[in-house]
């Protein structure tokens, strides 16, 4: 950037937030659904929830609190279904 213009700046500066964007939007719901084994588009919803509620910190937790909440939830359906067929 030493001798480049405006120009290269304004560009170096699209570039940028493209990347960060595609990242932040794409890749990282992308990456921690597989990893929780949830869905991105669930991932993505959950970050954005937790955002508005909670700020920052709510973003950044929002995935694994999810992915906690539905293992409950999978387990509490689970056991509800194995009291219904020994009643």
């Known amino acids: 950037l030493a ?3 405006l120009w290269d700046v304004v560009a170096l500066l699209i570039v940028m937030a493209l990347a960060q964007a595609f990242e932040g939007l ?4 992308k990456i921690l659904g597989r990893e929780l084994n949830l869905h991105p588009l669930m991932v993505f919803a959950a970050v954005i929830v ?4 909670f700020g920052p910190l709510g973003a950044f937790l929002a995935a694994p609190a999810l992915a906690i909440f539905l293992i409950l939830w ?5 056991h509800r279904a194995a009291r219904r ?3």
């Open 3 to 5: 001798g480049g213009g």
């Open 74 to 78: 999978k387990r509490a359906k689970a």
């Open 26 to 29: 794409y890749l990282g719901p």
């Open 50 to 53: 937790g955002l508005m509620f």
């Open 85 to 87: 067929g020994l009643s």
